[in-house]
């Protein structure tokens, strides 16, 4: 009995030993015009440590925060679990914010549209200021992307816009593009319909149809992961994108796995992501 407490404090203690944080910061944005919220995962150690570590950047989709990954995806959680036995090397993830659950009256979206410039606010002020003050090593070669749904599409649109500035990206149940006739109902013009007039303005699909050779070289200086669910309404431009892709011979790997558009999916897509993530950079 006795053995079995100091075994279960044990165990406690080295859990505890080996737990990060999640801190929440924000930026005031020129930019945006507005304070964008961010959560911050940082590893244990961190504080007692001046090393400069890799950085991901974990988006989230269409209606939810910067919170919902820590919130809803466990992330934390996971993030200790796989650090901790080293299936990933520590590493800070940050989450920003981009939009909420009134999709219209709230802006949501991570490109640059009509008064929500966001994409010119990620790579101009977020990175930059988020990466100096959490250490982060400031390169392509330690720097990743992923998200879920809109924040997958936003990871793949990033990585194909600025190739430059990641090794790796992994695309949840990615939003790829959007037709012109469904962007908003009756034709009305809110916020939500140029969300999705930028996803489609900035299609996946159609930046690998018009891509050239240059363009393709670049591309595959990235490893991608493309990971969708098999009843996923969003499995067809899934499989398109990874048909365009293995044609342009591109590094992409493709999964799909039992499971529909949610949190389960994504939770175990997690799992899978950081040691993608964590592989793909430079040793």
């Known amino acids: 009995m006795k053995k079995s407490l100091i075994l279960l404090c044990l165990l406690a203690a080295t859990t505890l030993a080996q737990a990060g944080r999640i801190v929440t910061d924000s930026i005031q944005s020129k930019v945006l015009g507005a304070t964008v919220k961010y959560n911050v995962y940082l590893p244990s150690g961190f504080e007692n440590s001046q090393d400069r570590l890799p950085v991901v950047y974990l988006l989230h989709g269409l209606t939810d925060t910067y919170t919902a990954w820590a919130q809803k995806g466990g992330m934390k959680d996971i993030a200790d679990e796989i650090i901790g036995c080293g299936e990933a ?38 990175m930059p200021t988020a990466e100096s003050k959490y250490r982060c090593i400031s390169d392509k070669e330690h720097r990743a992307i992923m998200g879920l749904s809109m924040g997958g599409g936003g990871s793949v649109g990033y990585c194909q816009g600025h190739p430059d500035k990641f090794s790796s990206c992994y695309a949840m149940s990615p939003w790829l593009d959007s037709e012109d006739g469904s962007l908003s109902p009756q034709g009305e013009k809110t916020k939500m319909y140029y969300t999705a007039l930028a996803v489609h303005e900035h299609s996946a699909l159609a930046f690998m149809d018009n891509a050239d050779d240059a363009t393709k070289a670049k591309l595959n200086t990235l490893k991608w992961f493309l990971d969708c669910g098999d009843d996923d309404f969003l499995l067809n431009t899934t499989f398109e994108l990874y048909k365009k892709m293995r044609f342009s011979r591109l590094n992409v790997e493709l999964r799909v796995r039992n499971g529909v558009h949610n949190w389960e999916y994504w939770r175990a897509a997690l799992r899978m992501s950081l040691p993608f993530a964590s592989r793909n950079f430079a040793k």
């Open 89 to 126: 090397v520590p590493m800070v993830i940050i989450m920003p914010n981009a939009g909420g659950p009134d999709v219209n009256k709230v802006q949501n979206g991570y490109f640059n549209m009509p008064e929500w410039p966001y994409e010119d606010f990620f790579f101009n002020e977020l």
